[in-house]
């Protein structure tokens, strides 16, 4: 059974921090690309980071691009997300997903976490 647990969501002014972190559980870890999205209300799901399975390539949307850092630490089965000079545009709910390595840059997500909210106030 896999699992991914996420935690760090809550509410933060423009132009403060927040990090999240997801907790996987149920198979090789280190075996899969994992990914953080994102949506809003009213929108569709997209992109905002990923990271190859041993931790050597990241891709980020470009809108998160300077501010968001995606990393992992494959000891204690976790992916993180810092998020910095947070806006208002990054509201939303921000889901974990872990999936198989189809191509460079492609990780095609199977599993998702169950979501955290994340509200940036102006």
């Known amino acids: 059974q896999v699992q991914l647990v996420e935690s760090g969501g809550g509410l933060v002014q423009a132009g403060g921090s927040l990090s999240l972190s997801c907790a996987a559980s149920?198979?090789?870890?280190?075996?899969?690309?994992m990914g953080w999205f994102r949506q809003a209300p009213g929108k569709e799901r997209e992109f905002v980071a990923v990271i190859s399975p041993t931790g050597g390539i990241t891709y980020y949307a470009d809108s998160v691009k300077g501010r968001f850092t995606i990393s992992r630490d494959n000891a204690k089965n976790i992916v993180d997300l810092q998020m910095n000079r947070l806006k208002p545009e990054d509201t939303g709910v921000y889901y974990c997903g872990q999936g198989r390595v189809m191509g460079p840059e492609k990780c095609f997500v199977d599993y998702w976490g169950q979501g955290t909210q994340v509200t940036v106030s102006s």
């Open positions: 149920g198979r090789t870890f280190s075996s899969y690309c």
